[in-house]
C-alpha cells in the first residue's frame, strides 16, 4: 500500500470510519470533491482520478468502469480535469451539511 495511502486510511479509521466497505464497524462513510482543501483533518489531496481509484481498490472496494466514468463525468461538471489534482474531503454519510 502506497504510504499516503496508508496514512488516509488511518486517518478515517482514527475517526471511527470503517474503511472497507466488507465491514459494518464505524460510521458510515462519504466523500465530496473540490479543487482545493477543505482544511479538515479528513481533507485529501489525489494526483488524479487514476490514484483515487487505486486507493478506492486498495481498501478493499470496487471501482467499476462504469463508477470510474460517473466520477469522470462529475469531475468534469465540477470543472476539474480527471488528470490533475483535487481534494476528496471525506465525512459522515447525512452530515454534509456541517461540511
Known sequence: ???????????????GFSTSLES??????????????????????????????EFIQTSGNTFSDEKTNLMNTALIELGIDAKEF????????????EM
Open 1 to 15: 500500500m502506497k504510504e499516503n495511502f496508508k496514512a488516509i486510511a488511518d486517518a478515517l479509521q482514527k475517526s
Open 24 to 53: 459494518t464497524a464505524g460510521k458510515p462513510l462519504d466523500f465530496n470533491i473540490t479543487p482545493y482543501s477543505l482544511n479538515t483533518k479528513l481533507s485529501f489531496r489525489f494526483e488524479n482520478l487514476e490514484e483515487f481509484t
Open 86 to 97: 483535487f481534494y476528496v474531503n471525506f465525512f459522515e454519510q447525512g452530515k454534509e451539511g
